[in-house]
């Protein structure tokens, strides 16, 4: 995810919620999926998910309820997976009862609860101990609400502020405890590329090799790749200092364990203007990864129903034409 637009930032939106509630060898790829236990072949259709993202603007003016997104995801959009967002969920974060109750509501839909993307928790790489320590702690609660949803993953931001030797050593010990917590309980954790050094896609590969937990692993977004902006936008082309999406896509595709489709605009033709899919999602099938893509629209022209049916259209189009 990644927020531009001036009345629904991703800071202010994070700052509301907080007071009111390509070649990827196989075998790499089999090793840190290997929690999973999916078998690796090339799927003949996509798998698809919705991001509840994609949704934010209807959330957040009321229009539509979070505790029903299974049931929009199947009935609005034919989509039967999909991806929490925990800011939607504050209040509910501790309450078994609730994600007990999710969970049914989503089993009697036929909708699979795949993973909750966590926000506003605290710096996993934060250089000071004791309040990387409670970052990570502050992470539990999402971890066990994803177990109680029947999730495979939690996904989290791998920020931090220092120079980049110490942000790496904070990240191995912060996300490596978090990632030892996962495997207790039987979710992974992921890291997706946000902005600044965590769309640094070499950067974040290292510190996963540091940590040696096949637990930790990757989100890939395919639009956050600015280098120089915290949330990693690249909509409208503003950014002044992208890393190269396709380089970072392949990086991060030997530990991906889900896949964000993030899309800005598109064309007449339904093709987006700014991410080229055919190049990804060819990455992505030739990978051998067996996941989920998640679509995750983001943009400004289109109406958010709209966005998603034309996020879903294209990557199945891709797909097809991929043979």
């Known amino acids: 995810m990644d927020k531009t637009t001036p009345m629904t930032s991703r800071r202010s939106f994070i700052k509301k919620s907080a007071l009111g509630i390509t070649a990827v060898s196989l075998p790499s790829y089999a090793m840190y ?41 199947k009935n609005s959009y034919g989509i039967h997976a999909v991806e ?37 928790e605290g710096e996993l790489g934060n250089p000071n101990s004791i309040e990387r320590k409670k970052a990570v702690e502050n992470h539990y609660k999402w971890i066990n609400a994803a177990k109680l949803l029947g999730c495979h993953s939690i996904r989290v931001n791998a920020f931090g502020q220092a120079d980049l030797e110490t942000l790496k050593s904070a990240l191995t010990d912060g996300l490596g405890n978090l990632a030892a917590y996962g495997e207790k309980e039987g979710i992974n954790v992921l890291i997706e590329n946000h902005g600044l050094h965590t769309s640094d896609g070499a950067f974040i590969v290292d510190v996963i090799k540091k940590v040696k937990n096949p637990f930790l692993g990757t989100l890939p977004d395919f639009g956050n790749w600015c280098l120089n902006k915290e949330w990693g936008s690249t909509q409208n082309n503003q950014c002044t200092n992208v890393y190269d999406r396709y380089k970072g896509v392949e990086e991060f595709l030997p530990y991906a364990k889900g896949v964000s489709a993030k899309s800005y605009a598109f064309d007449t033709d339904g093709i987006e203007t700014i991410i080229d899919y055919t190049r990804l999602l060819k990455m992505v099938k030739a990978s051998g990864f067996d996941g989920y893509i998640g679509i995750e629209y983001e943009g400004e022209k289109l109406s958010e129903p709209e966005g998603i049916k034309t996020t879903k259209a294209l990557i199945e189009k891709v797909w097809k034409n991929l043979g």
């Open 33 to 73: 999926n290997a929690s999973l236990l999916t078998p690796i072949h090339m799927n003949s259709e996509p798998k698809i998910s919705l991001a509840q993202w994609s949704l934010h603007r209807a959330l957040e003016k009321g229009e539509i309820k979070a505790g029903n997104f299974a049931n929009i995801a």
């Open 84 to 120: 929490y967002v925990n800011q939607f969920y504050v209040d509910q974060a501790t309450d078994e009862k609730f994600w007990n109750k999710m969970k049914t509501k989503a089993n009697n839909e036929g909708v699979k609860s795949l993973l909750i993307m966590v926000d506003n």
